[in-house]
């Protein structure tokens, strides 16, 4: 600290401390409106499990396998899908011998 004068560090240091400071007020700030967000969203959740409860049973227990979009899917290509070969035998190996 022989080539640092007290002025130097004093500015140093007051920037560090600005610095700190902003984030804590920075997480601070978020971590509020992350609780408001919450509400928002558990009200939202709320309300689609009560559009949910009023469909009919037999909606409700209609399996994703049944619905009629899944029945539309038409299949690509081949399948199983079989890679080409990847990669080298042995990766250990120089690329150079």
Avoid: C
């Avoid at 600005?18 to 997480?27: K, R």
């Avoid at 038409?74 to 890679?83: F, I, R, Y």
């Amino acid at each position: 600290m022989k080539g640092m004068s007290k002025k130097k560090i004093i500015i140093y240091v007051s920037l560090f401390a600005v610095i700190i400071a902003a984030n804590i007020y920075y997480y601070i700030s978020t971590t509020n409106s992350g609780e408001k967000q919450d509400t928002t969203s558990s009200v939202a959740l709320e309300l689609a499990v009560s559009q949910m409860s009023d469909q009919g049973e037999a909606q409700k227990r209609q399996s994703v396998l049944e619905h009629d979009l899944f029945r539309e899917l038409e299949k690509l290509g081949e399948w199983p899908v079989v890679p080409n070969q990847v990669g080298r035998a042995n990766p250990f190996l120089p690329f150079f011998e």
